[in-house]
């Protein structure tokens, strides 16, 4: 029984930066290997970055270098700091296990826009 609640969005001017967590409730989410998504309207929902239970990150080309994922055991969180941000980031946000285990929860919304 994991949940899984995003934070964070908001709207921002391209080259800002913000910050989005995932709360987790129910049970520990140490042992899973983590990953946040995003979709936008009227596309499929892909996979932006993961993070291991050991803390090795990976990341799509489209935010390599922008965006960091993290994660902190004691808390039972996990965090998106993303930096550089355009246009083309504008989407909802969602984490999740990489296993599928835990909730789709309703995301949080990113719009990047001058």
């Known amino acids: 029984q994991v949940r899984l609640v995003e934070s964070g969005g908001g709207l921002v001017h391209p080259g800002g930066s913000l910050t989005l967590s995932c709360a987790a409730s129910g049970s520990t989410i140490n042992i899973y290997n983590m990953a946040w998504y995003r979709q936008a309207p009227g596309k499929q929902r892909d996979l932006v970055a993961a993070i291991t239970a050991g803390g090795i990150s990976t990341y799509a080309n489209t935010v390599k270098g922008r965006f960091t994922i993290s994660r902190n055991t004691a808390t039972n969180m996990v965090y998106l700091q993303m930096n550089s941000l355009k246009p083309e980031d504008t989407a909802t946000y969602y984490c999740?296990?990489?296993?599928?285990?835990?909730?789709w929860g309703q995301g949080t919304q990113v719009t990047v826009s001058s």
């Open positions: 999740k296990t990489r296993t599928g285990i835990g909730n």
